[in-house]
């Protein structure tokens, strides 16, 4: 009699620590699956604009005509301390006015920002836009009777504030585990591509 109690008494206990087992299983899953979830929360990516300025380019066989655009530094950087980053894909838009927009030649991720970019990375990426031609011979009246609406507006733009909307699609890395693709839109408002404006970056949010 004695034997059945102890094995019923030891098998009570076995219960008992394998409860506490599955307990400590569940509670350290879920503490692992928190710690990724921070860990792998999109970092914080600050974009601004620098160096906006205007340029014309003879066209190839017609030197009077001369190609307008616009140029600018599009800086990129990974504020966080852990997590790497990795882009796919970078796109602009500069907006001159409320509804007229050019879009910029779109940015060879691969080349301009190769691989994964570790925390605290800062790049910079060359962005132009063209938005009109110019003839350099006719006047000032008669050169504009040929330009439409749009072009006409994109050059009143250099001498004012535009709007740079950036587009990015990421990826970010923390260890060996990686995200899904993120898409972030900002925008940077009170760019000025006029020389005399062209004095700090602009934040982008």
Same mark, same amino acid.
């Given at each position: 009699?004695?034997?059945?109690?102890?094995?019923?008494?030891?098998?009570?206990?076995?219960?008992?620590?394998?409860?506490?087992?599955?307990?400590?299983?569940?509670?350290?899953?879920?503490?692992?699956?928190?710690?990724?979830?921070?860990?792998?929360?999109?970092?914080?990516?600050?974009?601004?604009?620098?160096?906006?300025?205007?340029?014309?380019?003879?066209?190839?066989?017609?030197?009077?005509?001369?190609? %307008?655009?616009?140029?600018?530094?599009?800086?990129?950087?990974?504020?966080?301390?852990?997590?790497?980053?990795?882009?796919?894909?970078?796109?602009?838009?500069?907006?001159?006015?409320?509804?007229?927009?050019?879009?910029?030649?779109?940015?060879?991720?691969?080349?301009?920002?190769?691989?994964?970019? %570790?925390?605290?990375?800062?790049?910079?990426?060359?962005?132009?836009?063209?938005?009109?031609?110019?003839?350099?011979?006719?006047?000032?009246?008669?050169?504009?009777?040929?330009?439409?609406?749009?072009?006409?507006?994109?050059?009143?733009?250099?001498?004012?504030?535009?709007?740079?909307?950036?587009?990015?699609?990421?990826?970010?890395?923390?260890?060996?585990?990686?995200?899904?693709?993120?898409?972030?839109?900002?925008?940077?408002?009170?760019?000025?591509?006029? %020389?005399?404006?062209?004095? %700090?970056?602009?934040?982008?949010?």
């Amino acid at each position: 009699m004695a034997a059945i109690i102890i094995r019923r008494t030891w098998s009570r206990w076995s219960v008992q620590q394998r409860i506490f087992a599955v307990l400590l299983v569940a509670l350290a899953a879920t503490a692992i699956a928190a710690g990724i979830s921070v860990s792998l929360a999109p970092a914080r990516i600050s974009f601004s604009v620098a160096n906006a300025t205007t340029s014309r380019i003879p066209v190839e066989g017609s030197p009077s005509l001369l190609n %307008s655009f616009y140029n600018l530094t599009l800086v990129a950087n990974n504020t966080s301390r852990r997590t790497k980053v990795r882009f796919a894909a970078v796109s602009a838009q500069i907006w001159y006015s409320a509804t007229g927009y050019v879009l910029a030649e779109e940015v060879d991720a691969a080349a301009a920002l190769p691989g994964w970019r %570790s925390p605290r990375d800062v790049a910079g990426v060359a962005v132009w836009a063209e938005y009109g031609q110019y003839d350099e011979k006719a006047n000032t009246a008669a050169s504009n009777a040929n330009k439409t609406g749009k072009e006409l507006d994109a050059e009143k733009a250099t001498e004012q504030d535009c709007r740079v909307v950036v587009e990015a699609k990421v990826r970010f890395k923390y260890g060996l585990a990686v995200t899904m693709p993120y898409n972030i839109r900002v925008s940077c408002l009170h760019v000025n591509f006029s %020389s005399s404006a062209n004095v %700090s970056a602009v934040q982008c949010s």
